[in-house]
Nanobody
Framework: EVQLQASGGGSVQAGGSLRLSCAASGFRIDNYAIGWFRQTPGKEREGVSY????????YYEDSVKGRATIFGNDADNTVYLQMNNLKPEDTGVYYC?????????????????WGQGTQVTVSS
């Protein structure tokens, strides 16, 4: 059974850092595309960053470019999202998702499996 477990959220002040984790089970992350998304009340879920299996190519949305790093660790079958210089607008529930594909997409509908969210709150 494919499962994703997101963790690592918390409350930080602006300028702080967090590392989010997405632990995968039931599949190998190097065979799937993994994406991180976030959502705030009243808004649609938006993409943050993605990584594809195989060559580990990554992509970042403009909102986090230069402040976020996505990477996978095959040893623990986990994908991480390191976020630095956090801003209040980064506040939201962060979700990780997996697509049974060797490429990644930026729309939530591209992904087949979702983990539960982890809350990130950034105060000014």
């Amino acid at each position: 059974e494919v499962q994703l477990q997101a963790s690592g959220g918390g409350s930080v002040q602006a300028g702080g850092s967090l590392r989010l984790s997405c632990a995968a089970s039931g599949f190998r992350i190097d065979n799937y595309a993994i994406g991180w998304f976030r959502q705030t009340p009243g808004k649609e879920r938006e993409g943050v960053s993605y990584i594809r299996g195989g060559d580990g190519r990554t992509y970042y949305e403009d909102s986090v470019k230069g402040r976020a790093t996505i990477f996978g660790n095959d040893a623990d079958n986990t994908v991480y999202l390191q976020m630095n210089n956090l801003k209040p607008e980064d506040t939201g529930v962060y979700y990780c998702a997996a697509a049974d594909s060797q490429t990644f997409g930026s729309h939530p509908s591209y992904y087949d499996y979702w983990g539960q969210g982890t809350q990130v709150t950034v105060s000014s």
